[in-house]
């Protein structure tokens, strides 16, 4: 496991998305199976069966160009369902920055509310993702702004509310009640599925779905506060050692032949180029121990574990050295200077409206100061794509401000469940807005733990939080199917 840990960490480092020229220092956004590269495919079980759905390039236009279409993949499991006859449910993962394998592979509990639902499960991918690119190839496809300009949210949303209709059709399932679930920005789709297609759908659970990070709603520097908060709960001692080996990086840097004893000491595999490259690396292995700080690995715990146990004597960089090690593991580590990419998926949302002002002061934390700069992001988006970020708009289509009073007042049966030890619940929902609009959390669980396949060593805090989500989601299909009952009545009587 703990190799297994290494590798999959070793390859976040190497594909995160969130660079130093543009970004503050998170970790890969995406529910934790995306510890693998977002083009990653994972082979699936026989009763996981892939299509794919001729589905509208563009839902809110009526150009020439408009009406062109693309390949969107799907998977479904029927392993499960009772059939269209008996109304049984249709559990629909929003796909979200990654290939739908690799969310079929590692979301075992949606397999678990089909198994106790008799539900068919349903599997869509986002648009510009995996296999389901416009255009007919990715080169394409990212061959300018008006190709990558149907690369919306909302176009993905209509996506998943077209497929859906369609394929309810088709199985003449008509009265199957559709939940919609997801992890990080999937349970942003799915929260939002819920508030802009409730005919479609009649719930959704949002895991880790940090919908208030974006204007102003939640403090820019939280999520660094929360790995901080993390690493010092887990280790005085390692907290203080990590804020400290900034500047201690940086003063060995200034010394001669300062980068290459850095390289040597943590044993980089090309020659440093500059001490912020190895310095980025490293906080990024922090963030994603932190947001990834789940049982049974507790990557925190085995980074601070390292550091803390270095032999007597080792020095601040040396102890930092020894944790990197523990977390990424050797021979040797591939540090980069991360540059943004005009061939980023991610990239290209961020830049356009999936715009969260990330970023931390100098002593809120224990990094180094990485405050968010809406010029410099504007300035790299328009150089990168061509574009300008529209920084309002998620709450503008979507709604964040004075949420429990708004969404309240017209939306229902929707689960934020989120992990307190997990960065990105800083923007999640974490209190009750209405008896159906409900937060549930754990102090102990971190990024999307609750959509993972439940095991039987899993922690009585984790199998509490799934038994309370399985109970509301019963309750929804409970309702819906008394409606459904009462209604063919009306129509016998």
Known sequence: MAQQLSLLLSLLLVTAICVSAMYPITARFGAVNKLVKSDFEVELLPEFVTYFYNQTLDHFNYKPESYRTFQQRYIMNSEYWGGANSSSPIFVYTGDEASITAVAAFAGFIVELASRFNGLLLYIEHRYYGDSVPFGSKDEAFSNTSTLGYFTSTQALADYAELITNLKKNLSAENCPVIAIGGSYGGMLASWFRLKYPHIVIGALASSAPILYFDDITPGNAYHVIVTKDFRETSESCYSTIRDSWSEIDKVAAEPNGLANLSQIFMTCEPLNSSQELKYYLALCYVVSAQNDNPPA?????????????????????????????????????????????????????????????????????????????????????????????????????????????????????????????????????????????????????????????????????VSQQEKEVKIIGLWLAEYNARLISKAHGRMG
């Open 298 to 462: 507790y990557p925190v715990k085995k980074v601070c574990d390292a550091i803390d146990g270095a032999p007597e004597g080792t020095d601040i960089i040396g102890r930092v050295a020894a944790g990197l090690n523990a977390s990424v593991g050797p021979p040797c580590h591939f540090v980069y200077d991360f540059k943004p990419s005009n061939r980023s998926e991610w990239t290209w949302q961020t830049c356009t409206e999936m715009v969260m002002p990330i970023g931390h002061g100098a002593n809120d934390t224990m990094f180094q100061a990485w405050p968010f700069d809406l010029n410099n992001h504007t300035k790299t988006c328009q150089d990168l794509f061509g574009v300008t970020p529209r920084p309002h708009w998620i709450t503008t289509e979507f709604g964040g401000h004075d949420i429990k009073s708004v969404v309240g007042n017209f939306a229902s049966n929707i689960i934020f469940s989120n992990g307190l030890r997990d960065p990105y619940s800083a923007g999640g929902v974490l209190q009750d807005i209405s008896d159906s609009v409900v937060a549930i959390y754990t102090d102990k669980g971190a990024h999307c733990l609750d959509l993972s396949t439940p095991t039987a060593t899993d922690p009585d805090w984790l």
